[in-house]
């Protein structure tokens, strides 16, 4: 159920360049939260702005504490001033909203998680519980494909390798790991280590997402992806999160779904691309 919360916000840091991860209490929240849903978090300012609700995907999820992290990239006014925000101040917080993650169905052993940029965020939370998974069964696997810019903008991933998953990483300008996109690392580190992936779970921009889901259809894997989209209500009300998809009924009409309603999590086959 979805709930408004004043969060606290208890830490906040730089873990890479322009990127920031801010703890926020809000133990109503996070008792029903589940990796891949989303919440909308308010950001004020002093001055005349007007209220900006921007949508963040659980990075961390602490149930016992009763705190979730987010982590996010300063790309506009909005973030800028949600990382000028102070430990002990409050922000309101919309959520969960959304759909989530579903565990591989009981056939399936391997699994690679596949995230370009700031589309670690969500991953996190969801590589964590994976690697649960993965240690009720000695046959399971859980990989990471990691790729960004630049070494300066890695987030690190020391917590998900600890936890088991085997993590590759590379950036657009080979300053760390494989020169390349995530998706040519996902593509070379299958071949040259044989790994057979029976699922993939991916969160990035949409055009990387585009080209995992053709990868994905080429090898038969079905894709289960986290979309970002614009949201400026992420409660179905305004229209701004439509993308284009498959119409269910067979029917040339042009269906759209809402990337915070019936999203953010899509089976890859459901998007027209
Ligand atoms: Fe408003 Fe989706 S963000 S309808």
């Known amino acids: 159920p979805k709930t408004q919360e004043k969060a606290r916000l208890l830490e906040t840091r730089r873990v ?8 926020l209490y809000a ?8 990796p891949g849903q989303f919440v909308m ?18 990075h961390r999820i602490h149930k016992d504490d009763g705190l979730f992290e987010i982590l996010f990239r300063v790309v506009g006014r909005g973030t800028w001033l949600l990382s000028q925000r102070k430990e002990g101040e409050t922000l309101e917080v919309i959520g969960p909203l959304g759909n989530f993650f579903t565990l591989p169905p009981a056939h399936e052993e391997t699994v690679a998680l596949v995230a370009g940029g700031i589309g670690i965020a969500p991953m996190e939370e969801w590589g964590h519980r994976l690697a649960q998974w993965a240690r009720g069964d000695e046959a399971r696997r859980v990989y990471l494909f990691y790729g960004a ?16 998953v085997t993590t590759f990483i590379s950036t657009d300008d080979g300053t760390l790991g494989r020169c390349g ?14 790994i057979r992936p029976q699922r993939l779970y991916s969160c990035g921009p949409l055009a990387m997402q585009a080209a995992v889901a053709t990868w994905a ?45 019936e999203g953010p999590v899509f089976d890859s086959r459901k998007i027209l691309w």
Do not use: W
């Open 16 to 23: 890479a360049e322009d990127t920031h991860r801010i703890a």
């Open 27 to 34: 133990p109503r929240i996070t008792a029903t939260a589940r």
């Open 41 to 58: 978090v308010r950001i004020t300012s002093e001055g005349t702005d007007p209220l900006l609700n921007r949508p963040f995907s659980f």
């Open 149 to 164: 810019r630049t070494a300066s903008e890695v987030v690190p991933t020391r917590r998900l390798e600890r936890k088991g």
């Open 181 to 194: 996109t995530a998706l040519d690392l996902l593509d070379q580190t299958c071949r040259d280590l044989s």
């Open 217 to 261: 259809r080429q090898q038969n894997l079905p894709a289960v992806m986290s979309l970002e989209s614009v949201m400026a209500c992420g409660i179905g009300a305004c229209l701004g999160c439509a993308l284009p998809a498959v119409p269910p009924d067979d029917s040339s009409r042009i269906h759209y779904v809402h990337v915070c309603k």
